[in-house]
């Protein structure tokens, strides 16, 4: 290296155009328009920083002017023919006027004069204006190059009278080419991690690599190692969020918690390492597609411990990790100890369920799901099997009385099997016939003249198992034995069955079915899914099968009935004057 020192920005400055990285659309037009002579009088550069807005215009200003190669880009604005003003200073109406009265002088040698303008956004209104005329109608002579960050702030008036040329970040392959030359003529020794480590902290601006190697350089010396450099750097390497991913896949929160603090006593800054983190997720995420392997911006050795390192997580679960590490990144910057927040947010990905377990999860409460809802048919179909056998035996006594009537002329009564009766005509104050034999209940039929048979009403014809009349059942029964029944189910079902049936009320009486009022939709369908089992139960309290059936009741009315407390303390007063004259004479008030 020299003795006399220089930046490597200023030391490598492009001198033409096949030195300017990445901008091959904005110099190949430059290009054609000079050996077509075809140049404009204004044109404005647009992009973000260190990706050679003022090269290309240093650059356009020395070709076509001719300048010698010998002279160098910042001995430019000494010439006569190019003149560059930084608008970040010189924004005045002043500045502009100035500006105006040299355009009129023209050029000492050479054809052009050339008017280099760096941050023109930052020039005021009244600035623009003044310059409009001029740069819409200039002398053949002038051409005016505007430079800036931030088109949008720059007038419609004054971009429609130029020709705009939009600059755009340099990839991160180019920056290693062009550092790795660069190293090269300095006789720099750096590993090919370290460039693409000093490539990816420029974000796309080459200006900004080559100051991160000038910072290198200072650091290592002539020999720059990726630890160094890392350290150098302040940067997160990717060998530390590869250990921590491995924190992550063993669900090991202690040495998760042991890295987090050797970080922070290596003095990292936390949202670089969450940036760092929310790039290796990235990463991780399109390694699981190899094909698209290319969009990882890393070198061939970090790229297969990408690939080898996704396959230990999902798609699924890379982006939900992703998705907490950005939302940390947004409350890290209110968070009053950050330190906490950032150990939170690497906890919950340690911790974080797997999509594996989750779906297994599911599958399993599908299937107890579907066993619940099959349940009740079993239950029902082993209770039919004991019905067709009670009827077993009367089918022989059908045919004995059969028998009986075909011998004696007098008409015998004809016995017929038939299911639990249900006479819809009962309401809540009506009886229903109960017997000891219910499942067994039967109605007679006597045969008429023309040797049909009549049914005969069912109140006519209750017996019991010793031809005894039976006292016949009513809603008043029911809610007689109805605490017993709640207590009997207790520990005997679910608690969850056992406290929607403690919050149904029997309402009323049809037949054998027994209707409950409950007062929403998830009691009422619970209790239907259950009602078999819960009529075995009550079976056993008055010794007959009911049906159940839920019906959900409306309670609004009630509700709105209900009066508060104050008006219920202030009916009070209106009715006991001892109260009244207590709240007269102390102003005694209701607590509520």
């Not at 100035?98 to 600035?127: C, F, Q, T, W």
């Not at 009529?535 to 009911?546: C, F, H, T």
Request: hydrophobic share 40%; proline share 5%.
């Amino acid at each position: 290296m020299s003795e006399t020192y220089r930046a490597l920005t200023r030391k490598y400055r492009p001198q033409s155009f096949e030195d300017i990285v990445s901008q091959e659309h904005v110099s190949s037009t430059l290009m054609n328009a000079i050996r077509q002579n075809r140049l404009s009088h204004a044109y404005m550069f647009c992009g973000p920083r260190g990706v050679g807005k003022t090269t290309m215009a240093r650059v356009l200003a020395r070709v076509i002017n001719q300048i010698d190669s010998t002279v160098d880009g910042e001995s430019l604005n000494q010439t006569l023919n190019v003149l560059e003003m930084d608008a970040a200073s010189n924004n005045k109406v002043e500045d502009v006027h100035h500006l105006r009265e040299s355009v009129r002088i023209p050029p000492s040698n050479g054809r052009y004069k050339v008017y280099i303008v760096d941050e023109v956004h930052m020039l005021s209104k009244a600035a623009f204006n003044a310059l409009l005329k001029t740069l819409e109608e200039p002398p053949e002579h002038a051409i005016f190059i505007f430079a800036t960050t931030e088109p949008h702030k720059v007038l419609p008036t004054i971009l429609s009278r130029v020709q705009r040329f939009d600059f755009k970040r340099i990839a991160v392959d180019e920056i290693v080419h062009r550092l790795r030359k660069i190293a090269i003529d300095e006789e720099i020794a750096i590993d090919e991690e370290s460039l693409h480590v000093i490539a990816k902290k420029a974000d796309g601006a080459l200006r900004d690599a080559l100051g991160l190697m000038d910072q290198a350089i200072a650091f290592c010396g002539d020999t720059i190692t990726h630890k160094e450099l890392l350290q150098a750097l302040n940067v997160v390497g990717t060998d530390r969020l590869f250990q921590f991913m491995n924190c992550v896949k063993e669900h090991d929160a202690d040495a998760g918690l042991e890295l987090i603090n050797t970080l922070l006593q290596e003095g990292y800054d936390i949202q670089e390492f969450l940036i760092g983190l929310a790039e290796h997720l990235r990463n991780l995420y399109i390694s699981h597609h190899s094909p698209q392997l290319y969009l990882v911006e890393a070198s061939e050795e970090t790229k297969k411990k990408y690939s080898a390192t996704a396959s230990d997580f999902s798609r699924d679960d890379l982006m939900r990790m992703l998705h907490i590490v950005s939302e940390a990144q947004i409350k890290l910057k209110d968070a009053s100890q950050p330190r906490i927040q950032f150990e939170i947010t690497l906890l919950k990905l340690i911790h974080m369920e797997r999509t594996e377990s989750l779906n297994k999860l599911l599958s399993e409460l599908g299937e107890l799901k579907k066993n619940f809802s099959n349940q009740p048919i079993l239950i029902k179909e082993a209770s039919e099997a004991p019905e067709k056998k009670a009827e077993e035996p009367v089918s022989e006594k059908q045919e004995e009385n059969n028998e009986q009537e075909l011998v004696e002329p007098e008409p015998v009564p004809e016995i017929v099997p038939e299911p639990e009766p249900v006479n819809d005509e009962y309401d809540m104050g009506q009886p229903a016939l109960v017997t000891e034999i219910t499942q067994k209940a039967r109605v007679l039929h006597f045969p008429n003249g023309n040797g049909n048979s009549t049914p005969a009403p069912v109140s006519e014809v209750s017996i019991n198992a010793d031809d005894s009349p039976v006292k016949k059942l009513i809603i008043e029964d029911v809610r007689a034995v109805w605490d017993d029944y709640l207590n009997s189910l207790n520990n005997q079902v679910p608690k969850m069955l056992e406290l929607q049936v403690q919050r149904a009320k029997p309402a009323r009486l049809k037949g054998h079915e027994l209707i409950l009022e409950c007062d929403n939709s998830f009691a009422q369908k619970m209790l239907e899914e259950q009602a078999h089992d819960l009529s075995l139960r009550m079976k056993e309290q008055i010794g007959v099968m009911l049906r159940f059936k839920a019906e959900v009741v409306n309670n609004t009315e009630k509700q709105s009935t209900a009066r508060n407390p104050y008006e219920r303390f202030k009916e009070i007063q209106e009715k006991d004057p001892m109260v009244r004259e207590l709240v007269e004479r102390f102003g005694a008030e209701l607590e509520y």
